[in-house]
Each structure stands twice: as C-alpha cells, then as structure tokens.
C-alpha cells in the first residue's frame, strides 16, 4: 500500500511539473520559435501533414505557411510531399498512424478513395483536419474541420468579370468562344470552379465552351494543352484556366504561335499569385480570381484549439478577393505570394 501511494504522489508531482512545461528542453527558446505547443497530456503537439505536391507557385506558398507556422506554433510537424499521387497521400496518413501523431492533416489530391484509411485514423483516435481541398466520404465524422476556399465562388467570380469584360468590349450579345484548362481531374478546385463558372454561364446562351481540357495545375501542362487547343484551328476569345500557373503556360504557347494573350484571347485565371500579378503587368492577362493559399496559422490555431476540447466550425472558409490587370501594378507591392 505505501508503495504506491509514494508511485502516486511521484507521478502527480511529475505530471504537474510536465504540464507547465518545467521538461520542456530548458534552455530559452530561441526568438522567434513558438514555444512548444502541448496537448492536454502536456507533451509537444506533433501534426503530420500530408501536402499534395509541388506542381504550382500557389502549392510552395501553401507549403511554406504551414511549416512556418508549425515552427511559429511550437507545433511538431511531421510533413510529407505526395507528388500529386493519392496513394502516397494515403501510405503518409498510414505512416503517421503508425507514429501515433497528436492530429492528421492534408489537402487531398482528389475529393474520392479516402473513406478507408480515414477510418482507420477514427479507429486509432486521431483526428483529422483537411485542409485546401474537400474529400467525398460517406461518414462525415471522419474529419473535424475543412480550413479552405470556396471554389464555387471562385468560378463564379471568374465568370462574372469576363462576362463583364467582354460585354464592355463589344461582346454583349455575341458568339464568345470560351476555351477551358482545367485543374487536376477529380480535384475539388477543378470540379468547383468549373461549376462556379457554368453557373453564371448557363444563363448566357451565346457563351459557349469550345475547347476543354486538364493541365493537372502545372504550367507544363497549361502550355501543352494550348498548344493542342491551337493546333486546332479553332476561334477562340477568352481562356479561362482554373490556376495562374497553366495560364502562364498557355502564354507562352500564344506567344511562340505569334497570337496576342490579353488582347486576341482574353485571359482569366485563379490563385493571383505573384506570376499571375506579373503576366497582368505585362499586359498578358486581363484579371485573377485570389486564392488564398496562406492556411498556416489557421491549421495551427484550429489543432491548439482542438486539442484543448474547443468544437471547430465545420468549413473554416478564407477570405479572397479579385484583382483586374488595371490595379496590378498598385496591388502588387503588398502581395505575400
Ligand atoms: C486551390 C489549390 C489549387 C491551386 C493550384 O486551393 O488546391 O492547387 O489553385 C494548386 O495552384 O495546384
Ligand atoms: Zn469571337
């Protein structure tokens, strides 16, 4: 019995010394890191995050918030690059059960195929957070929160300028011929934006899509399927490609076919980077639809806020404007991506 009473009161002393963080490496943190974040428990939050790829501008920018945030967080981040394959996606999520990490994140690749392995997260307790694009799964408690955009809007941002545009440049009422570049197949930004644009669209009978295809978001991609678009022959007045880097692929392929980007085929894109902002201040493209790719800070504040039994909104939307090439030059400056 004294035995382990004495246990006892060793592992509370232990406990609360481990919980105001006296085991925490000693030393001052180093300015400008976050000290360790803990979970209830008291330990460090570690977070394994699995990020699509590196195929856009918009994806390093997107990459680079999460880990600096993690860092400003004191948050452990376990991170992995799936080169835009689902099944690296999953053998990640895998890896980090098998760690036992405090909390799951990702932006998946495509919105389907996720139901199994996300049950078995549920199964081993660990939360998951999805961050960028949405998943399709049957049990909705297989995740907390989506922190991301609202791609619809997007699409339909994008669809009501142009509309707007070419209206004021002589279009009201005529043929316009639309050529689209779209996301990654079967992601939520190619399958939503491309129903924002549609919904404004269906009310525009003389608006028609000529030309469609993927360029999987890289600028490769955007420039090959210009190319082929061109090759054609086909008429077309305005490109709407679903991010700013195949649009800055499908310049190049204008400019090597000797036809005018932003002049002889009207250009909208999505992401507004900052070689979107460049391509509008070179008179090549004529607006971009802002999609914020700075999730960071709110992925770490919503895994604190989780861990300490705080209840997180479902859809943790970002707040995203649009910039017309007309405002580029002055909006520029203050881009942080
Ligand atoms: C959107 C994001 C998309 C970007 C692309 O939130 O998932 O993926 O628009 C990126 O640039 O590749
Ligand atoms: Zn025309």
Known sequence: ????LKLLVITAALFALASVGLFANGQK?????GTAASSSSGKTIVLGFSQVGAESEWRTANTRSIQQAAKDAGIDLKFSDAQQQQQNQIAAIRSFIAQKVDVISFSPVVTTGWDAVLQEAKSAGIPVILT???V???DPSLYVSLIGSDFTLEGERAANWMLKFMDDHGYANKEVSVAEIEGTVGSAPAIDRKKGWDNVMKDHSNWKIVLDQTGDFTRAGGKQVMEAFLKTGKHIDVLFAHNDDMAIGAIEAMKEAGVNPGKDIRIISIDATKGGFQAMM????????ECNPLLGPQLMQAVKDMLAGKTLPRWIKTNEGIFPADVAAKVFPTRQY
């Open 1 to 4: 019995m004294k035995r382990s």
């Open 29 to 33: 943190e180093s300015a400008g890191a």
């Open 136 to 138: 399709d799964v049957k």
């Open 132 to 134: 960028d694009r949405a």
């Open 282 to 289: 070179a008179g090549e493209l004529n607006c971009v639809v």
